[in-house]
């Protein structure tokens, strides 16, 4: 891992989204609570009509006050204020409580489509972009979000209460009042431009966080590796990096937020400087009475709230965009797997073919080019060759987790694109060379295939792996913690687990990468007794790496740059002394395994190299 870029350049799926279009899709997700938000609406005009009436009832009282000294007219009006300003406060809390609820709901329904986006992405999408950038987006840029509309309800009902005090200044006097409002343009033009500066700054600021997360899951998710290899310190200090220059570009974006707010007050003081001054020679010219005097004095600051927090608020205001158009950019994400049709999926022979099949990952480099195989119903072809030789390629395409570019991908005779892909996959078990877990107990990660299963069914399953001994060296048997990605149980034991969980789901054809790792005599043996249950009557493409798997498949398959070099059998293909002769002789010769027809595979004493 290295420096080589600063890390928040926009992902390869990011769009540039208008601010109207932002705002009709938030609309969109507030159209199922609209009876909600028209109460909101109307809560709001309700508190601003009072915010209004507060000004111009203190204006009467003083006037009362000064021409009759009628002071039940002004305990009156007295009373009338306290009664509005508590209406006000009781508007302002439902308002705030219902503006939550509906906020809340949006949040949670952004947040399923989110992560359903997610779900429906393909493997090439996992394979390019950082999974602690795509976990950013899923929690803090939808909880981000968020701040959007609940800025917007508070700048709306600002803006009316700007509206209404403006009206009662004009009918007041309108002289002073477009002395009030001499400095708005020039208010309004510094809010215009920061409005600018404010989205690049925030679309860096959520980009570094997300890079900041990233960084701890690697980290966390690499931490034996740290350990083994004492890279703890380099781990610190590549976070203190990635730490600083996120803390670089917020202190940068608290520069500029913090910046434009006294700008601003400063602008609004000069206005309010000219009310003082002109209302108080309007005030002794006897121009204007000291009761409107005193409401344009009030009211200034009122009608420049809104404007000022167009402009102080930005920042959070830009966040929930930043946020929102983060989030619509991972729903928007053009799938790179598309299927032409949604048939339904029969009971599968599995017979697999490949015609004149051209494969890319990147467009840039080919992998497959007019590949051509064919593989039998219930045939087991073991893929041999060096790395990159395009093995796990033609796993993962038949897996459809990534798309082929050119040719054709038949199964029973029908095209893989024209599959119900849901429907496809129940057919299909894919057993990884590294094995993963849930956490949960072992019958859970068993049952993991088919959630429906009975604990009966889990059981039957666990017993015919390995004739059932390895549950016996598991604590609670069935129900063991298997711990956090299975980290309680060993490398065989997971394994075990994997091909129980893959047989539970009783698939038509099995791709199987096979796992590297050593293991003890015994469990090498539960394994290949599992595999030879597992593969029995179904159609099998195993990435080998155990002779054993290899010498007694049904044919072995060599490939080399994306190409069939050679196929046959073992024994046929060492008589050629070809390029499976060189691979067998350079990785294979250490091994010694023993195989006796009808009895299955038995153990081999070492593993083979990754190479293969």
């Known amino acids: ?17 208008k601010d109207r279009q932002l705002v009709r899709r938030i609309i969109g997700y507030f159209r199922p609570g609209l009876k909600l938000m028209l109460i909101v609406a109307l809560l709001v005009v309700a508190g601003s009509l009072l915010d209004a009436a507060f000004p111009i009832l203190i204006a009467r009282s003083i006037d009362t006050l000064v021409s009759s000294r009628a002071f039940q007219i002004a305990l ?38 989110a992560f359903n986006a997610v779900m429906s992405r393909d493997m090439s999408f996992f394979d390019e972009f950082d999974s602690g950038k795509i976990v950013s987006r899923v929690t803090s840029d939808t909880e981000n979000f968020a701040t959007v509309v609940t800025l917007t309800l508070n700048l709306l009902s600002q803006l009316l209460l700007f509206f209404l005090i403006a009206g009662v200044l004009f009918f007041r006097n309108w002289h ?73 570009v917020n202190l940068r974006s608290g520069y500029l937020y913090n910046g434009i707010f006294p700008v601003l007050v400063a602008l609004a003081n000069i206005g309010s400087t000219i009310v003082v001054y002109f209302g108080g020679q309007n005030v002794l010219d006897h121009s204007i009475s000291a009761g409107d005097w005193f409401l344009f004095v009030q009211s200034i600051g009122l009608l420049w709230l809104p404007l000022t927090s167009i402009a102080s608020f930005w920042s959070q205001f830009q966040l929930g965009l930043a946020a929102s158009e983060r989030v619509f950019a991972l729903l928007d994400a053009e799938p790179r797997v598309r299927q032409i049709d949604k048939q339904p999926v029969p009971e599968l022979n599995g017979r697999i073919e490949f015609k004149n099949l051209y494969f890319s990952y990147d467009d840039r480099q080919t992998v497959l080019a007019d590949f051509n195989l064919t593989i039998q119903a219930g045939e087991t072809v ?37 599959f119900d892909l849901h429907e496809y996959h129940c057919h299909l078990g894919v057993v990884p060379q590294v094995p993963f877990l849930f956490s949960g107990t ?13 604990d009966e069914e889990v059981a039957d399953v666990a017993q015919r792996i390995g004739g059932g001994d390895w549950l016996e060296a598991l604590p609670d048997g069935l129900q063991t913690s298997v711990g956090e990605e299975g980290k309680a149980l060993s490398m065989g034991q997971r394994q075990l687990v994997a091909l129980a969980r893959v047989l539970l789901q009783n698939p038509s054809i099995i791709i199987l990468d096979e796992a590297t790792a050593s293991v003890d005599p015994l469990t090498e043996t539960q394994i290949q007794e599992g595999l030879n249950i597992l593969l029995k009557d179904r159609t099998a493409i195993i990435i080998a790496h155990r002779l054993s798997t290899i010498r007694y498949a049904d044919r072995i398959i060599v490939l080399s740059h994306g190409r069939t070099v050679e ?22 010769r250490h091994q010694s395994p023993d195989y006796r027809p009808g009895e299955g595979f038995v153990p081999v004493s070492s593993h083979v190299s990754e190479e293969m």
């Open 176 to 248: 002073l009042a477009l002395l009030a409002l001499s400095v708005m343009p020039a208010i309004v033009i510094v809010a215009m431009a920061f409005r600018r500066l404010a989205r690049t700054s925030t679309q860096r600021s959520q980009r570094s966080l997300a890079r900041v997360n990233s960084n701890v899951q690697e980290i966390i998710s690499g931490i034996t590796v740290a350990k083994n290899f004492r890279q703890e310190q380099n781990m610190y200090d590549e976070f203190k990096q990635v730490n600083k220059q996120s803390y670089r």
């Open 442 to 454: 072992v019958a859970d990660n068993i049952r993991y295939a088919r959630q429906e299963a009975s």
């Open 76 to 113: 009156m009006l007295v009373g009338f204020i306290l009664i509005s300003g508590l209406l006000s406060w009781t508007f302002n809390l439902f308002r705030q409580w219902f503006t939550a609820r509906s906020v809340g709901d949006v949040v949670l329904q952004l947040r399923r489509d």
């Open 382 to 418: 073991a893929l041999v060759g060096h790395t990159g030789a395009g093995k796990s390629s033609l796993g993962k395409l038949v897996a459809r987790f990534y798309e082929f570019q050119g040719g054709q991908l038949l199964i029973d005779g029908r095209d893989i694109r024209t």
């Open 1 to 17: 891992m290295g420096f080589f870029m600063d890390g928040l350049d926009a992902e390869a799926y990011d769009r540039v989204y």
């Open 567 to 588: 196929e046959g059998s073992h024994d046929t293909l060492m008589t050629q002394g070809g390029h499976y002769a060189q691979l067998y002789n350079t990785y294979f």
